[in-house]
């Protein structure tokens, strides 16, 4: 017990011996008692700690009654709500990229949590292994439910000779449900000598895949 505690636990025992012999010596019982209660209330209304502990010791203090608000309904709704909406693009898609009406190129798309992107595609030229294209990316959020992406890669011709790189820009959006995607794609073909021997634009659009389909 602190020196504190201590101090009062013995002001207190004196109080109360103060009393008895005050009531020994014929003091009147009304006295007694509203010096009883003053006493009390001197004593209940000090802060009461454990042995040795204080409010800075314990890693808090009290501030007063904001100190215990609570969050309102609203604000909980608004809370929650935000979270619900937010739905995140990490996962596996099955995603098409569409150019002027036309498929452009089709695949399958993993997302994961640390911001990087691989993706399985069957663009032309394919491989002669028939696995189709294997690429990396990189993205971020930018937005609720929104990300944008830049995905490398490099482009070798049906005989395996690599005849350029390539450079695949998306802007995606999930849906509310988080089971679907959909965006703009900007797709750039360059040469060894980085220089653009196409440019393609389009939309894309995909579902995700999960263990239960």
Known sequence: MSQEGRTRRTGWYRILANLRRSSRRGYPS????????????????????ACGDNPTHLGFAFSGPQAFQ???PAQATFTSTKQDHDASIVGFWHVLFVSGGQVFDEGYDQWHSDGLEVLNDNALPVPANG????????????????????????????????????????????????????GSFEWINYDLNGNVTSDTKGELKAERITVDD
């Open 131 to 182: 696995t189709g294209n294997v690429c990396l990316g990189v993205y971020k959020k930018t937005g609720p439910r929104t990300y944008k992406s830049k995905h490398p890669a490099w482009i070798f011709d049906a005989t395996g000779t690599l005849v350029g790189t390539t450079v695949i820009l998306e802007t995606l959006i999930v849906d509310r449900s988080g089971n679907h995607y959909s």
């Open 70 to 72: 609570m969050q309102t």
């Open 30 to 49: 009304r006295m007694i008692l509203m010096i009883t209660i003053l006493a009390s209330g001197a004593v209940l209304s000090a802060p009461a700690f």
